[in-house]
């Protein structure tokens, strides 16, 4: 099933001109609504009329997550606030959250694109559809929601946490649907196991997104629920999930194409790549309203292929992902980056004590421990003040990343020191 | 008095590792105590000598530190230790940690580090209570 037809399914040519329009309309709105955005272009010497076309889009100089921190909290919004009908926010690289704004007509769209999404997932009317992303600034849990109520779904808004009564909800309402990430429905699929639960159950398919995974995940997933498992992606800054979603071919992730146009850089040189290269991709935003974003890097590296897919969709198809040209982690779907970690120790002891994460995955949940070096000025010799000191750092990296963390201290000079830039992040989690 | 505190990880081989720092700077130790929590340990020592036996252990990257602790002479008789505890309860003071100090005396001897460690010396030598200072242990 294809959820619209005449835009997923349009000739390349159609699409290249409806982009081109978009494009236009989209750089001419930015330059005259968002004064950090004129200055941008007027830097690089660039004017509205330059941008004729798609083909012009190279001269538009890049957008970063810095921009969006610079800009904190609406600077970049090319609507009036009345204009603005939801804000979300997520982490940047350093204290300051990225907020992202919608119009009215913005969190249509983005329905549009979720509800895309949960069609090649084999989703549509008639569906229960439990959503376990979690609900609030986070896009996942009410980006899903619109989505499968635009379908025309029935949504069960689980949020996350409580895995006992999601799964007797699962069953009692004869959920077909769900929507969390791929590492939460594997432990849902271990609990299921565990009580003997599965034969109870009718979920059919899954739209798993938010963080990084494996085909061998997929296939697992699959196996052991005997659903059909689909990968959706997306990032709050260009809209939320349903950028991106792959179909039952899982030859790569369709784009919707006609919202949001992918290049494919060189993280190094910046320079635009060709199709089937692997590089960073970058998006610009062709029809946002509240929140516009010209070439954004998402440091999300992965390719892009234009051939045609076997399921009659004509949009571009990202691969998986094959990391972050950043050290951005994703850890139980949140974005998490060190210098986050770094700026809370900071905050509490003012200068930065030697740290190490260490991010794990335990009956498919991740875990993040946070290894501190006992230094001259933390020691005591009371259990009871080091048990605080443990307690205050986890509560102050939990209020600046949002996540549970588990504080260790170490003795010092025991975590491993680099030479130049130092490591702080072990990764165990196998992904790629 | 002085107390050497050392942080151990809660990993084979740490204790031995620092008792085996102490030995080769030829210190002696007079009384220990062990606090465990299930990640890392408190090793507190009365040493003959605590600037060496710091210094040695913050070289070997040991992270170590000096308390001020209090240490009471109790006489070997019923419910002594019991007196010196109900002197600072009535004062209010908290005691965080205790364990017994040896002596070459034939008086028993506790080191306590009290919550407040000036009242706890007054509320104590009120109670007739003495103290051994570094000089009477070795």
Redesign the interface.
């Given at each position: 099933m294809i959820w619209n037809e005449s835009k997923e399914c349009m000739s390349r040519d159609e699409l290249m001109n409806l982009q081109s329009k978009r494009l236009v309309k989209t750089v001419d709105r930015v330059y005259h609504n968002v004064e950090y955005y004129r200055k941008k272009m007027q830097n690089v010497g660039i004017e509205p009329g330059d941008i004729r076309g798609i083909e012009d889009i190279h001269k538009l100089p890049y957008t970063t997550k810095d921009d969006l921190r610079d800009t904190y909290p609406f600077g970049l919004f090319a609507t009036p606030m009345s204009e603005i009908v939801r804000v979300h926010a997520s982490s940047g690289t350093t204290g300051k959250a990225t907020v992202v704004g919608y119009t009215r007509r913005d969190i249509d769209i983005w329905a549009e694109c979720v509800a895309r999404a949960m069609t090649m997932a084999g989703v549509g009317r008639g569906d229960v559809v439990q959503v376990a992303y979690g609900y609030g600034l986070f896009t996942g849990g009410l980006g899903a929601h619109y989505g499968a109520e635009h379908l025309g779904a029935t949504v069960v808004p689980q949020s996350t946490g409580n895995t006992k009564k999601l799964i007797t909800m699962m069953i009692d309402f004869g959920v077909t649907a769900i929507a969390c990430t791929p590492s939460y429905l594997l432990h849902i699929a271990e609990t299921l196991e565990n009580e003997n639960l599965l034969g109870q159950i009718k979920l059919k398919s899954a739209v798993c997104g938010a963080e990084p995974w494996t085909e061998a995940m997929r296939l697992q997933i699959e196996d052991r629920l005997k659903i059909k498992a689909h990968d959706i992606y997306g990032l709050s800054e260009i809209m939320g999930p349903g950028v991106a979603c792959d179909c039952e071919f899982h030859q790569g992730l369709h784009i919707a194409e006609d919202h949001f146009y992918p290049e494919i850089i060189d993280p190094e040189t910046l320079e635009p790549l060709d199709a089937h290269q692997p590089g960073e991709l970058v998006f610009t935003t062709l029809t946002k309203e509240g929140l516009p974003l010209l070439r954004y890097r998402t440091k999300d590296l992965t390719s892009i292929s234009y051939d045609k897919c076997e399921c009659g969709r004509t949009s571009a198809r990202i691969s998986r992902f094959k990391g972050r040209s950043d050290d951005m982690l994703i850890i139980r779907g949140v974005n998490v980056f060190p210098s986050q970690i770094e700026a809370a120790l900071l905050e509490m002891s003012g200068t930065t004590p030697h740290y190490m994460m260490i991010v794990d995955r335990v009956n498919n949940l991740d875990t993040l421990e946070v290894q501190v070096e006992?230094?001259?000025r933390f020691?005591?010799?009371?259990?009871?003040e080091?048990?605080n000191l443990t307690k205050q750092i986890a509560r102050t990296i939990q209020m600046a990343i949002g996540l549970a963390v588990k504080v260790?201290?170490?003795?010092?000079?025991?975590l491993e020191r680099f030479e130049g830039k130092s490591k702080h992040v072990i990764d165990n989690r196998k992904f790629l | 008095m002085k107390q050497l505190s050392v942080f151990l990880e809660n990993r084979e081989g740490r204790l031995e590792e620092a008792l085996r720092i102490l030995k080769e700077k030829n210190i002696n130790i007079i009384s220990m105590s062990v606090a465990d929590t299930a990640e890392y340990g408190m090793l507190r020592l009365i040493v003959n000598d605590v600037e060496a036996g710091r210094e040695a252990l913050l070289n070997d990257g040991f992270s170590a530190h000096l308390s001020d602790v209090i240490a009471v002479r109790l006489p070997h008789v019923v419910g002594s230790l019991h007196d010196a505890l109900s002197a600072l309860s009535r004062a209010g003071i908290n005691v965080e940690y205790l364990y017994a100090l040896c002596t070459k005396t034939d008086e028993a001897a506790i080191v306590i580090k009290p919550s407040d460690r000036e009242g706890a010396a007054k509320a104590l030598t009120e109670a007739g209570f003495k103290f051994f200072t570094d000089g009477d242990l070795f």
């Open positions: 006992v230094e001259e020691f005591s010799d009371e259990i009871r080091l048990e260790k201290l170490v003795e010092p000079k025991t | -």
